[in-house]
């Protein structure tokens, strides 16, 4: 059973890559990519972290808002 929410958590997350633009905006470019979510990471272990992670969840929300009232 771990192995199969290990799946979904991975095929959820690619979701994510995949909804905020991120394969059109990197041509692909996975280096790109993995190199945004280092940066990101680097971000969260220093002292803006609770800043960043404020500011991230605000525009994550309002951007999962959005992209459903686009499909309604």
């Not at 959820?12 to 909804?19: P, Q």
């Amino acid at each position: 059973m771990k192995r199969r929410e290990r799946t979904r958590q991975l095929i959820e997350l690619g979701g994510l890559v995949v909804k905020a633009g991120l394969i059109e905006l990197t041509e692909d470019d996975r280096a790109i990519i993995f190199g945004l979510l280092v940066s990101a990471a680097a971000t969260l272990q220093g002292e803006g972290r609770d800043q960043a992670l404020i500011l991230w969840r605000r525009r994550g929300r309002r951007a999962f808002e959005n992209s459903a009232s686009s499909t309604d």
